[in-house]
């Protein structure tokens, strides 16, 4: 049976972790997948998760089924996280939320379901999105479209033409958006466009599917979560997924959300349950360990405050080695303008390199990137940072 299968490449991102490893350059540098490093170059465990952990191997009595809908107070606090505490959708009781493995296995659950609520519906992701949308999507038997987005010889956003394209997608389509620190190319939308796409979205009628990486890593844990919140004040259904790898640090963990926001608490329930029937088929019941950290964490007022500094941190970090390359790369005389890369936001931005020049960075530097020269900003620090400029100035010649 196997032998009609012929080899796939290694993931664009993921199968960079492995080339980086084996390599035994000195001075290689990783900017591949999207993971906190602190200046070391360790993506170590919050101080707050430690503290989680102790509490709950101190307590936990029961390693029985936990169900598809995963812990409901980790729900719960995950969709006021989302959301915020007064926000009308949850005080109307119009949102539910399953926990799930990783943002990727909300994405997963959200594409079955889709499936499910309209076996048609296309789904429009922005050009370019996460390398692993359309893959993940396809596989749920979905048709993928795109929507311009982002401009790589302005290093800006497309937003006229992305707007003309939303104003031609059906009602019965799903259009991704990203909620902030735009993966791949650091470029969000401002909440004067955030409120244009949500006046077309209701004018058109087509579901908003919202991935929220990244809360906390663009501007603040409310910042970013301006469309998500504004969104779900204007529509009648929309669908969130959410993950805790990066604001919690908890990535292998695989711990994250899909939530849904029904018309009324009857469409709500209505939804939910084809929401857990599609959680059974696929994988019955997510892990809990990652949930029960997070819940600990955001249920106790000292540890959620000790959480949102160290989440200030790590924010701070990428920012300042944005600004840290930028002025390394101008210190060596470098023409061409690179400040765009200290305007974006969140872990990713393009270099805006040709692959051949990707290729060279890695082969001849050990410098490794996407081949579509996105840099993973927090791989960036003091110690690597002259290094860096100094390979990009010389490729760039
Ligand atoms: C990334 O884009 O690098 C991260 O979201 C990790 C992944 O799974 O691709």
């Known amino acids: 049976m196997f032998n009609s299968l012929t080899a796939l490449p290694a993931d664009p991102i993921l199968g960079l972790l492995t080339q980086y490893r084996e390599d035994t350059h000195p001075q290689k540098i990783d900017l591949g997948v999207g993971v906190y490093k602190d200046p070391a170059g360790h993506t170590p465990i919050l101080d707050c998760v430690k503290i989680a952990e102790q509490r709950r191997f ?54 079955d379901f889709i499936k499910r609520c309209h076996p048609d519906a296309v789904l429009w992701v922005s050009d370019p999105t996460w390398a692993n949308h359309t893959g993940l999507f396809e596989a749920a038997g979905i048709t993928v479209k795109t929507y311009p987005y982002y401009d790589y010889d302005n290093k800006s956003l497309k937003f006229d033409q992305m707007m003309q394209q939303l104003q031609q997608v059906n009602k019965d389509d799903v259009v991704l958006l990203h909620a902030c620190c735009h993966n791949p190319s650091g470029m969000d939308l401002t909440p004067a466009q955030w409120d244009e796409v949500i006046e077309v979205t209701v004018k058109q009628g087509f579901t908003p599917l919202i991935d929220m990486a990244y809360q906390g890593f663009g501007d603040g844990l409310d ?168 390979c990009i100035a010389k490729v760039i010649k």
């Open 223 to 390: 910042e970013d979560a301006y469309g998500v919140r504004e969104m779900a004040k204007a529509v009648e259904n929309m669908i969130l997924c959410s993950s805790c790898s990066k604001n919690f640090g908890l990535y292998r963990e695989r711990i994250g959300a899909c939530t849904i926001l029904g018309s009324d608490s009857a469409q709500a329930n209505t939804a939910f349950s084809v929401l857990l029937y599609v959680v059974r088929c696929i994988y019955s019941m997510p892990p809990a360990h990652g949930a029960a950290i997070v819940e600990t964490i955001l249920a106790d007022d000292t540890l959620n405050q000790q959480w949102q500094q160290e989440l200030a941190v790590m924010r701070d970090r990428i920012n300042g080695n944005r600004t840290m390359l930028v002025n390394e790369l101008h210190k060596l005389g470098v023409d061409r303008d690179f400040s765009f890369i200290a305007q974006q936001k969140g872990m990713f931005s393009f270099l805006g390199v040709s692959s051949e020049q990707v290729m060279t960075l890695k082969h001849d530097h050990s410098i490794y990137m996407v081949d579509s020269s996105r840099i993973s900003i927090a791989g960036i620090s003091s110690a690597n940072v002259e290094y860096l400029a100094h």
């Open 58 to 111: 101190e307590t936990e009595d029961t390693k029985v089924y936990i169900g598809p809908t995963g812990s409901a107070q980790f729900n719960q606090l995950m969709s006021v996280l989302a959301f915020g505490k007064t926000h009308p959708a949850l005080l109307a009781d119009r949102v539910r939320t399953v926990s799930t493995p990783g943002g990727t296995g909300a994405l997963r659950v959200a594409a």
